[in-house]
């Protein structure tokens, strides 16, 4: 079912049970419907605050929401108060001048800066050490600590070939990391 026990019901012995399924049809025709777009009243949060965010991570402690951004940076929300502030950068190359760009960091008109920026994509804590790794398109797969700063490269190659898109990645029990590289240009 789940041989690399990552899914919320790995681990679990399961055993199938044949049952008989009613046509699709006759069940559609009493499914509940959302004909009032209920989806369209919830309250938009962070507009004009983040660009460019596609993976949100909470800390061990429940801090966050983290997210990567389209300027190269990851970032932390800190509270009504203090609101997001810079928890780590990709590269050490990274110039505040071309990257920090502020409401122009939005994909459409940071695109050409990103491979000097870095663009983070994917995040995910490590449980135990409390460490974040990170999936960034450019900069393949990163790691930087608990307390956030210049994250440190962990692979740029796979089996001698270069990881060209690092997209998101999920990190295994065993300590195993998983992650996607979406371009094969």
Not at 11 to 17: L, M, Q, T
Not at 25 to 51: A, I, Y
Not at 89 to 103: D, F, H, M, Q, S
């Amino acid at each position: 079912m789940d041989p690399f026990h990552m899914g919320p019901v790995g681990g679990h012995d399961f055993r199938p049970v044949k049952h008989d399924i009613a046509p699709y049809k006759q069940v559609m025709v009493n499914w509940p419907r959302d004909n009032q777009s209920r989806l369209g009243l919830g309250e938009l949060v962070f507009e004009d605050e983040v660009f460019g965010p596609e993976s949100l991570e909470f800390d061990n402690l429940g801090r966050g929401p983290y997210t990567g951004l389209a300027d190269g940076r990851v970032v932390r929300w800190m509270g009504e108060n203090v609101g997001w502030e810079t928890f780590a950068l990709v590269t050490r190359n990274w110039p505040e001048k071309l990257c920090a760009k502020g409401i122009d960091s939005t994909t459409s008109k940071q695109w050409k800066q990103e491979k000097k920026c870095g663009r983070p994509l994917g995040l995910r804590f490590h449980k135990e050490s409390g460490d974040l790794y990170i999936a960034d398109s450019y900069y393949g797969l990163l790691v930087v600590g608990p307390e956030g700063g210049l994250a440190r490269p962990l692979a740029t190659h796979v089996e001698g070939k270069p990881i060209l898109f690092a997209n998101d990645l999920d990190i295994h029990k065993n300590g195993s990391i998983f992650f996607t590289d979406t371009s094969k240009r």
